[in-house]
Each structure stands twice: as structure tokens, then as C-alpha cells.
């Protein structure tokens, strides 16, 4: 089984490399993945939060029906992702991360984006999203080039977090 790294680790600041062919083994990890996320509920994972520095990541948005039923959303698989496009308009929401957690801040980020992939078969995709789901793709492709949400929030807020996220660095060291 994968295991989840947390803040502090290298591999979380590294450049990720390109999948060179999508075979069963990229299907093992995507599997394992979708496993280690849906065990941590979160919304989206990339590779290297589980010690993969490869480019890929998944994401899987689960609705709620006015009724308060849960339907479960479709994984979406992102190989070698290009982000293309992003919309002059943009939007802030507070973003949280499973590699640093307890911590949530706010992060503006363009509404819309435009990506260009392959999935989960090899086959090149080129799809355009938008809220939730564009917000998700930006965060898990920023994990692929050694960036993280924090690197994106006001120095105000950045000092606040000091303390926690030193505080994580040492708990998972
Ligand atoms: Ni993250």
C-alpha cells in the first residue's frame, strides 16, 4: 500500500518526471491512488503525496443531491497534464491538502482551465472545467511541480501558519 508524505518531505518540492507509457503498472498505482484517497476523503491526489514523482494525479468529486444523497463522482485520471487557457476571471476558496494537515487557507485561482492529458488508457484527452473541479486539477498539477497551496496564500496568512507547519515537518519526520 501507498503511504501519504507530508509536508517536510523532499519529494513533495521536486519536479515530478513524465510517464513515459501508460501500462498496467501506471493502472496498479492509479488503483492504490484512488485507495489512499478515498481512505483520507479527499477530492484529488497526486503522485508524489504518495512517493511517486511521476506526472499524474487523480481526482474524484462526490455530489450532494438537494436531498442530502451522495453520488458518487466519476475518478478522473491525469496523465502527463498540460494546463492550458486559465480564465481572467478567478475565484478564492479555502484549499486544504492531505500531504498538510489541519491547515486551510484561502487561495484565488483562475474559475476555469483547459487540460490536455492522457487517461487512464494511454488516449489523449483535452477538456475544459471549471469551479470545484478546475480549482482541484491547478492544486494536484502544482504537486507535480514541486509546488504546494501555501506557496500560493498572502505572507499574512503564511506567518500565521508558521507554527503548525513547522509543527507538521516535525511530527512526520
Ligand atoms: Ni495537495
Known sequence: MLSLRYFGDP???KRAKAIEKVDEETRQIVAEMAKVMKQQRGIGLAA????LSIRLFISRI???TNEGEIIP???L???NPRLS???IQEDVMKEGCLSIPGIREEVWRPEEITVEALDINGEPFKKRFSGLQARCIMHENDHLNGALFI????IRARTRIEQPLRAIKKKYK
Open 11 to 13: 519529494i513533495l518540492r
Open 48 to 51: 508524489p503525496q504518495v512517493g
Open 62 to 64: 462526490d455530489k450532494e
Open 73 to 75: 463522482g466519476e475518478l
Open 77 to 79: 485520471v491525469f496523465i
Open 85 to 87: 487557457e486559465p480564465s
Open 151 to 154: 506557496d500560493r496564500i498572502t
